[in-house]
């Protein structure tokens, strides 16, 4: 009875190992780095199929499905996933942004938090703990500090800039939230659109703008850099939330 119980949890053990080198799950990774999206989701639902223990397929699948928009899709997987395996720092973050584009705040904030904790090199979490007190919680203290670490973190950060603008407006005795609710917020993308919306925004100078970095997510293909928004079209989420 041992034996055989022995040879089950072990074949048991390996399928949970294994899946991942599994031949469907291998052609998935190599269409998605080869940015045929449309293929590489079709062979990671046909591995879950097969594997449903395969993490890594629920978290890859996620991805396609967050810059798909598909926010609530991109939610189930990583959550599927993340039952399987909760030790992988990348799909916590994940799990962050996937929240955070879905509204629900406070566990967006629990897994940025908990992301910093396994990975404390993942500056952008920083910036996206930012965002997220600023325009779902409206608070002002946990956005400063966030965008002060992300800042001192990250130097080169090509929308410095523009957080440092927002830090200074938040700290000044002009800012207060209901100019934020009367169109005085912006994000970098809405920020650069066409002539048609700097023609009705002219009543509000570019000085008085709030203008709200952008959501951090890793690039598409697990290299850990922010995704072109042309590309994969992430430039809006729920209630406000640039997710690229």
């Known amino acids: 009875m041992k034996k055989i119980l022995f ?9 949970f190992l294994f899946a991942s080198d599994s031949p469907t799950f291998t052609k998935a990774e190599k269409y998605l780095k080869e940015g045929k999206i449309e293929i590489a989701l079709l062979f990671y639902t046909k591995e879950l199929n097969a594997n449903f223990d395969n993490w890594k397929a629920y978290y890859h699948r996620g991805k396609i499905y967050f810059y798909q928009k598909e926010f609530k899709k991109a939610l189930s997987d990583f959550e599927k996933a993340y039952q399987i ?20 705040t406070d566990k967006a904030i629990k897994f940025y938090k908990k992301s910093l904790k396994m ?3 993942n500056h952008n979490a920083y910036l996206n703990l930012g965002i997220v007190y600023l325009k779902q919680k409206k608070d002002k203290k946990n956005t400063i500090k966030n965008w002060k670490t992300f800042l001192q973190k990250e130097p080169n950060y090509y929308q410095n800039e523009d957080i440092k603008k927002a830090i ?7 800012f207060s939230f209901d100019s934020l609710d009367n169109s ?7 920020s650069n659109n066409s002539s048609t919306n700097s023609k009705a925004n002219k009543a509000t100078s570019d000085e008085d703008k709030l203008v709200i970095p952008d959501i951090l997510i890793p690039d598409i293909k697990g290299e850990g850099k922010k995704a072109p928004v042309s590309k994969h079209k992430e430039s809006e989420g729920p209630k406000g939330i640039e997710t690229e």
Do not use: I, M, R, W
């Not at 040879?7 to 399928?15: K, R």
């Not at 909760?86 to 955070?100: P, R, T």
């Not at 005085?184 to 809405?190: A, F, K």
């Open 184 to 190: 005085n917020l912006s994000s970098s993308e809405s």
């Open 119 to 121: 990975d404390p090199d």
């Open 85 to 104: 395996y909760s030790k992988d720092a990348g799909l916590v973050y994940s799990l962050g942004n996937a929240y955070a584009s879905t509204g629900d």
């Open 7 to 15: 040879v089950f949890v072990f074949l048991g053990a390996s399928t």
């Open 168 to 174: 200074a407006y938040l700290e000044s005795d002009d």
